[in-house]
């Protein structure tokens, strides 16, 4: 997990609020991915960005937004239009082919 | 499109034994291939990856991993498994558009019995 932060670990929501998830590195990495995951469905790709003020959509972006402003920092958000927003969320950086993950966010929805 | 399968979502090992995880892909091109562990409420971390060259990759924790193309697997090995090894492990090949994105599989879950 060295080098990627994310906070809180644990972070509990009203349903219709919505909710920035924190994701810093200090790798110097330029790009920055979003995943979710969910009990036997492996990780899912929200949103990633190569570089800083520019990112794209992954697989399940809707409900979600990010910004990249800064090269070390890729918050996301997720928003009251996410249907289910209970799950863990990854966040990752790469330089060249590896991706190096942070310790994740359980983010609990009632 | 690209694709990553692994069939099976928990494999039960006595602890000495050798382990084997299974993956199986689906690329246009050729594959870049990686294997990735996860203990529980913590992110992944990096075994090993293939991209080119000898079949054989070794990677961490005496982990090794085998590209067959005919048969469009990477099967995860270690010769002797430890209790510590049980763990959660994802299979990923990159996304072959040169974007870096990765697509993983669902997981499978080791279990290492003393």
């Known amino acids: 997990d060295g080098g990627i932060t994310q906070s809180p670990k644990y972070l509990f929501r009203k349903e219709g609020q919505n909710v920035t998830l924190s994701c810093e590195q200090n790798?110097?990495?330029?790009?920055m991915y979003w995943y979710r995951q969910d009990p036997g469905q492996g990780l899912r790709l929200i949103y990633y960005s190569q570089i800083v003020n520019d990112f794209q959509k992954g697989d399940i972006a809707e409900g979600y937004s990010v910004s990249r402003e800064k090269k070390e920092s890729f918050p996301l958000t997720v928003t009251s239009a996410q249907k289910n927003p209970t799950a863990f969320y990854l966040c990752?950086?790469?330089?060249?082919?590896?991706?190096?993950f942070g310790p994740g966010t359980r983010l609990t929805v009632t | 499109a690209q694709s990553v399968a692994q069939p099976e979502d928990q494999v039960n090992v006595a602890e000495g034994n050798p382990l084997t995880v299974k993956c199986t892909y689906s690329v246009s091109g050729n594959p870049y291939l990686f294997w990735y562990v996860q203990y529980p409420n913590r992110g992944l971390q990096f075994l090993l990856k293939y991209i080119t060259g000898d079949n054989l990759v070794k990677g961490s924790y005496g982990f090794e991993a085998e590209f067959n193309k005919s048969q469009t697997s990477f099967h995860l090995k270690k010769p002797s498994a430890l209790v510590s090894d049980s763990a959660l492990y994802f299979c990923?090949?990159?996304?072959?558009?040169?974007?870096?994105?990765?697509?993983f599989g669902q997981g499978t879950t080791l279990q290492v019995k003393p």
């Open positions: 990923a090949v990159r996304d072959g558009r040169n974007t870096g994105k990765l697509i």
């Open positions: 790798l110097n990495h330029d790009a």
């Open positions: 990752a950086s790469s330089i060249g082919d590896e991706q190096y």
